[in-house]
Every structure is written in C-alpha cells, then in structure tokens.
C-alpha cells in the first residue's frame, strides 16, 4: 500500500510470489514488534491456514525457537449454513483460526490472570462431605440416600447433569464436599489425631489436612473448582483452567458486526476474544500494541477490560490510512479510511463506558486518546546550496517546516526526549509567553521569539508551583535575540535548580 492507504498491488495465489510476498510484509513488522516488546512481553498472533506454516517458521528465527509458547485454537465458526453442504460433500470444514503466541524472554508462563470455561461434568471423585461442625465426613451419596435411595457412586455425575435438586445441592454446599488426594506426602507428626486442619498449599493447590490414626487424609475441596466463568455465557459454576483450545467464539462471531457500533468486513474480531487475550497475560499499566488494528477492538477490549478490572492498561494502536472502498459499508457510513472508523470505534466505547460506570455510581475509567498521524520531521533538514550558501543559511534560520503547528513540534520534542505520548499536555499563557507543561512540569516547551529574562521568570514560577521530580527545558534556537539572553535565561534557570545538559534548543 502507498502512504494513502492505496493497495500498490493484489497479492494473487496466481501470482506466483503469493507467499513470498505475504512474508515480506510480516517479516520487517515481526522484527520491529520483538524490539519494541517488553522483556517479558508476550505476542499475539492470529492466522489462518494459508500462512501458519510460514508464520511458524519466521516468528521462530525472530523470536527463537525457544520463545515459542503455544498455538492457540480458537473456534471461530461452526459447521452451518454453506458448510454444511461442505461437510456434506466429505470435505472436512474449518472451524478454527490459529493464535501463535511468543515471548521476548522466552517464558511460557504467561498467565497472570487465569481464564475459565464452564465445566458442565461434574467429577465423581468429589463424593465426600464434611459435617457441619466439621467433625466427620461421609459419602455424599450417602448424604442423599434417603431422597435418592439406589444411588450408587458412579450415578452421581449424571445426577448432577439431570437432577436440579441434587445439582444445587452440590452447587450450594461446595466448600463441604471434597476429594482425597494423596499426592504431597505431609507428616503425620505435626497433626493431631481427629482434628481438622484447614489451609495448606502444597503443588499450587489448596489441601485440609485429617490424621484418622492411619494416615494423613488430603482433601481437595469443590469450591476451589467453582468460580465466574470466561466462556460465552460468562456465568458462575463449575470451571476449568482454559488451555490452548478456546471454543466457541463462533457464537460472539453472530454479532460481531455490531461490536463497537461499526460495520467492518475486513477480519473484524470478537470484542471478547481479544479481551481475554489482554486479560490473560496484563494488568496494572501495561502497554497493549496492535500492529493491524482495522475496527480498533483492541482499543474497546483495553477498556473494556480496565473497567472490569480497575486496571489502567494502556493501548497503542497502528492502522495504515486505507481507502475503504466505495462499496463497504464503512464508506457508506461516512468513512473514508479504516483510521477514522477507528476513531469512532474508540469514541462510541468511550461513551458507552463512561455511561455505564456513572450509572452503577463507579469510578469513571480514563476513555481518552490520542491520534497521531506518521509524518516527516518538523525540523528542516540541512541541506544547503552549496553554491550559494549565505543564502542558505538565511533559509535556515527559521528552522520548522512550513505549515506546521506548535502542537506539531511539541509532540516531536516529546518524542525525542523520551517523554510518553500520553502524558498530559497544557498549554498555559503567563505573562504574555506561551508555555506547554508536559507531565505536569516534566518538561517545559517555550517556542516564542524573543525569549529572554523575563520568560527564565515564567518558568521558574510554574517550576516552584509545579514542583517535578525532574524536569527539562526547551526553546527555539533562534529565539534569542542576543547571545546574552540565552546565557542569562540558562543561568537563572540553572538558579533555579535546572541542570545544563537539561537546557535545550532545537
Ligand atoms: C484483519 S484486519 C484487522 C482487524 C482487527 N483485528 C479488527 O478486529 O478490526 C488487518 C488490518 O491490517 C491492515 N493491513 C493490511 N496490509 C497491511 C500492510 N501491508 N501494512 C500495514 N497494515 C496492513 C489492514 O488495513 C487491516 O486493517
């Protein structure tokens, strides 16, 4: 594609360069993406069958082998409508899409939060209950054998499937019907005899313990197994630990065109696919990078899930500027590139969560973002004529691009300083000069003519009112109108605590 988001090319399986041609877009974006990972980031990425094979193989040369996690199937559809016929006619139909995932450390235990599925077996080998007073336990079958008299142990499993009663009954009394266990090997010595001990970990699960006189008795109680649920349905019960089969994702897929209030035909993913995704492996204020971002789901996930969670994660998301096309219905909704239906995407979540958040009286997450398009540097490039270099340097004394804005070169200085993007910019007017505060203070941008004492005295009051940890200074390099002036700005500044090396001029 050209900068305008015009497609350069149809990439054709009768081409001849089909493959090749697919990896050359992957390969640089793979290679800056493991740069720009965290050192115990974690990459996803979603493919189908045509290029798993090649994805495999180039993430392993740019990740490592080692790196490598697990592939993840996620059930994206189901054998319905044309497929049917499909499956009718022998062919074996698709019904998942792949997610690779790889770490840039090379650590496999990427879950921080744990995802669930709904567990609709119940485990025969949960057949015991505790008393009340929790002095003796016995069969749970036996527990129910006046209302179910035949019961034997094995039925117990359908009884949970096909018997509401029974089944409420299991659900309400959960944290009294266990299992034993007898695999952590605690000694005998440090138990009493008869007495219930509650408590212990060994092996990441959570064991009470029982001396009967013969042995120590682990139980493993059924409530450790119950909890919120992360499938479709998302309710409360019985659960299992999700691994990398991530069923029935088909069914978000029914309304997925709705998601976010935009019509998207170009690969639009479940809000709650890439959701779990986030959740899975982030918290606090980590950074969540989408390369391809097309409907911006990412974005909604991100604060979707913050305002699940209360977690403040931040997103970065990039999307070439391209074209819709004049039949799409994003064109027919007003877009003419992919980048504004992701705004709008991005503005509609925000809207939609900051209602929902006031309406159960909860704190109001942080919806804001911020829109940057990639664009040459605003600092003209020395390149003189050589043949007429008086001239030239006259042409350089003003040394901004023409046409940009101060917001244009201060987002730039933000850059190169090193100063997040999504710290706060104010524009504050004092004194008659006009000074940005990034970061609260963090760093201070003045791009006026003229500068001389009088704004080194601006500066140091918003330096004694803000009071930053560190801060930095910046102005034109032409704004001073003497040699002096710079010297004097500098020195009152560096009164003020301001280290030189911190005093700029671009
Ligand atoms: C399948 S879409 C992503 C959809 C997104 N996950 C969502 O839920 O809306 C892939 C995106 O990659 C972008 N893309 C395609 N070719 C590209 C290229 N050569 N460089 C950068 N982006 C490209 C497309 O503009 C498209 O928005």
């Known amino acids: ?19 090749t041609n697919w990896l050359n877009m992957m390969y640089p974006r793979l290679r800056l993406a493991r740069n720009l990972l965290a050192d115990d980031g974690v990459i996803f990425i979603s493919i189908d069958d045509n290029e798993y094979a090649n994805l495999r193989r180039i993430c392993d040369m740019i990740f490592g082998e080692n790196c490598f996690v697990a592939t993840l199937h996620v059930e994206l559809s189901a054998t319905q409508g044309m497929k049917v016929k499909a499956a009718q006619n022998g062919n074996i139909v698709k019904n998942a899409e792949y997610i690779l995932v790889y770490t840039r450390d090379g650590h496999k235990n990427i879950g921080v939060n744990l995802l669930y599925d709904y567990r609709p077996e119940y485990d025969s080998h949960y057949s015991y209950f505790l008393s009340k007073d929790k002095k003796s336990f016995q069969l749970l079958r036996s527990v129910y054998h006046e209302l179910y008299p035949n019961v034997k142990l094995k039925d117990i499993v359908s009884m949970y499937r096909e018997v509401p009663n029974f089944k409420n009954f299991v659900d309400e009394h959960r944290d009294r019907i266990f299992r034993i266990d007898k695999t952590t090997g605690f000694s005998m010595e440090k138990f009493e005899r008869g007495v219930i001990y509650n408590d212990y970990f060994a092996k990441g699960k959570k064991y009470t313990l029982y001396n009967d006189g013969h042995g120590i008795q682990q139980f493993l109680f059924l409530g450790a197994s119950f909890g919120k649920c992360d499938d479709f349905a998302g309710g409360f019960g019985l659960r299992k ?62 604060m979707d899930l913050n305002k699940d969670d209360g ?20 064109f027919k909704a007003g877009f003419n590139n992919i980048c504004e239906l992701g705004e709008s995407r991005i503005c509609n979540a925000g809207v939609r969560i900051e209602k929902e958040a006031e309406e159960k009286n909860q704190e109001v997450p942080d919806t804001g973002f911020k829109v940057f398009r990639l664009d040459s540097s605003n600092i003209k490039r020395w390149n003189p004529d050589k043949k007429d270099l008086a001239q030239s340097l006259w042409d350089y004394v003003d040394n901004f691009v023409e046409g940009r804005t101060e917001e244009d070169v201060v987002y730039e200085i933000m850059l190169k300083t090193g100063i997040d993007l999504s710290c706060p910019v104010e524009k504050l007017e004092r004194d008659g000069h006009t000074v940005y505060s990034i970061g609260m203070g963090a760093l201070f941008i003045c791009l006026d003519d003229h500068v001389n004492e009088d704004v080194a005295k601006v500066l140091t009051a918003l330096h004694q009112e803000l009071s930053p940890e560190t801060w930095k200074v910046v102005f034109r390099d032409n704004a001073f109108d003497r040699d002096a002036d710079k010297t004097n700005v500098r020195e009152m500044l560096k009164c003020e605590g301001l280290d030189p090396v911190d005093f700029l001029t671009i």
Request: aromatic share 8%.
């Open 1 to 19: 594609m050209d900068a305008e988001g015009r497609a350069l090319s149809a990439n054709t399986e009768s081409g001849g360069r089909y493959h």
């Open 311 to 330: 977690e403040k994660r931040k997103f970065l998301l990039v999307q070439l500027p391209e074209l819709c096309n004049s039949t799409s219905s994003a």
């Open 241 to 302: 630990i999700r691994g990398d089969w991530w069923k029935e994702f088909y069914k978000d897929m029914g309304n997925v065109s709705k998601e976010g209030n935009v019509v998207f035909e170009n690969g639009k993913k479940p809000v709650r696919l890439i959701k779990q995704l986030i959740k899975l492996c982030t918290n606090s204020d980590d950074i969540i990078m989408d390369f391809f971002s097309g409907s911006a789901t990412t974005a909604q996930a991100v």
